[in-house]
T-cell receptor, first 113, second 111 residues
Framework: DGGITQSPKYLFRKEGQNVTLSCEQNLNHDAMYWYRQDPGQGLRLIYYSQIVNDFQKGDIAEGYSVSREKKESFPLTVTSAQKNPTAFYLC????????????FGSGTQLSVL | KQEVTQIPAALSVPEGENLVLNCSFTDSAIYNLQWFRQDPGKGLTSLLLIQSSQREQTSGRLNASLDKSSGRSTLYIAASQPGDSATYLCAPQYRDGKLTFGQGTILTVHP
């Protein structure tokens, strides 16, 4: 089945630790996105990539880093510089062609110990 | 800054009612607009996508309309069912490819 796989489903971070969230897609999509969702709020864009080896900052990129070495993969690292990392993280992808629906993974809940 | 507002924030209705969810956006230079459904603790599922040149899209009991000039979109749900209970989010997409999300409407349909 085609889709987007996020792992792990739950992740705990100790203070000062960097953690990496995985996102893999087998939809052959060019564009991939990372969003953060806080309780009762809409999604906010962290980073996005429209092609391999290229990515851009979204609205809240500080304290996060990404890489796009393969078309299928877009991992997100939450660094120790992100002081309030507790949130639900969602990965998404779509084709770069106009008017293509956005597909989402099932999310990773990150909490601070 | 692009902003998206959804009204109401929450809605609780008995089964069978026809519903209207509203979405307004400040920047009308949109490429398209999508409506999504999110179940608790899950990812989002795209329900409908309306292109900027279109006025409405329909899928089953769902109908979405778009008035680009006034910066508004409406999602109609006909004959609501308990299985429709979820959070509904709208998101206009702009030419840079980015989507801006509203905070969502939490819908509860009780038997």
């Amino acid at each position: 089945d085609g889709g987007i796989t996020q792992s792990p489903k739950y992740l705990f971070r100790k203070e000062g630790q960097n953690v990496t969230l995985s996102c893999e897609q087998n939809l052959n999509h060019d564009a991939m996105y990372w969003y953060r969702q806080d309780p009762g709020q809409g999604l906010r864009l962290i980073y996005y990539s429209q092609i391999v080896n290229d990515f851009q900052k979204g609205d809240i990129a500080e304290g996060y880093s990404v890489s796009r070495e393969k078309k299928e993969s877009f991992p997100l690292t939450v660094t120790s510089a992100q002081k309030n990392p507790t949130a639900f993280y969602l990965c998404a992808s779509n084709d770069r062609a106009p008017n293509e629906k956005l597909f989402f993974g099932s999310g990773t809940q990150l909490s601070v110990l | 800054k692009q902003e998206v507002t959804q009204i109401p924030a929450a809605l609780s209705v008995p089964e069978g009612e026809n519903l209207v969810l509203n979405c307004s956006f400040t920047d009308s230079a949109i490429y398209n607009l999508q409506w999504f459904r999110q179940d608790p603790g899950k990812g989002l599922t795209s329900l409908l996508l309306i292109q900027s040149s279109q006025r409405e899209q329909t899928s089953g009991r769902l109908n979405a309309s778009l008035d680009k000039s006034s910066g508004r979109s409406t999602l109609y749900i006909a004959a609501s069912q308990p299985g429709d209970s979820a959070t509904y989010l709208c998101a206009p997409q702009y030419r840079d490819g980015k989507l801006t999300f509203g905070q969502g409407t939490i819908l509860t349909v009780h038997p």
